[in-house]
C-alpha cells in the first residue's frame, strides 16, 4: 500500500506539467490515484498467478482432483460475477477482498467517503451473491 502512495506521489509530480486546468485538480488526482490503484491490483494478480503457477508443480500433499475441479469452478464463477459489476464496484471490491486494502485506504485513494466504500462494498457483494444463485454458482 506504501509502495502504491509513493508511486502515485512520484507520478503525479512527473505528470503534473500535463495538467490542463480543465478539470479539478482533485479530479485529476483521483483518476491518477485510481489508475494506479487498478495498476496494482492487475500487478499483484500477475505475480500471484506466477506464485500459483510455481506452486502447482510441487504439490505438498495428495490434492483429490474432483474438490480441485469443484473449487476451480467455483472460482470461476465467481470471478464471472465480479467481471459483470460496473468498473467502480468491481476495483472497490478487488481492493478490498482480492487484494486486503483497508476501508480507510480505500477511501483515501479513491477520494470517496468511508461510509461510501463500505455501502458500496455490500451493495456490490451483494450483486455478486445474487447473480452466483442466478445461476446456480458457488456461494
Known amino acids: 500500500m506504501e509502495d502504491t502512495r509513493q508511486e502515485i506521489l512520484i507520478e503525479l509530480y512527473l505528470k503534473l506539467k500535463n495538467f490542463r486546468f480543465e478539470s479539478s485538480f482533485k479530479t485529476y488526482l ?13 500487478k499483484k494478480a500477475r ?3 506466477k506464485i500459483s503457477a510455481f506452486g502447482k508443480t510441487m504439490p505438498d500433499k495428495y490434492i483429490d482432483p474432483e474438490e480441485e475441479i469443484i473449487k ?3 472460482r470461476r464463477s465467481i470471478l464471472d460475477a465480479v467481471f459483470v459489476l460496473e468498473e467502480s464496484d468491481r476495483v472497490l471490491l478487488l ?3 482480492a487484494e486486503g486494502f483497508s476501508i ?9 467517503p468511508e461510509g ?4 458500496r462494498l455490500h451493495r456490490a457483494r451483494a450483486r455478486v451473491v445474487t447473480m452466483l444463485r442466478y445461476r ?3 456461494l
Open 47 to 49: 505475480e500471484r498467478k
Open 104 to 112: 480507510r485506504s480505500i477511501s483515501e485513494s479513491m477520494g470517496i
Open 30 to 42: 483521483y483518476r491518477l490515484a485510481r489508475n494506479r490503484a487498478i495498476d496494482t491490483i492487475r
Open 116 to 119: 461510501t466504500v463500505k455501502s
Open 95 to 97: 481492493m478490498k477482498d
Open 72 to 74: 476451480n469452478e467455483e
Open 136 to 138: 446456480g454458482g458457488a
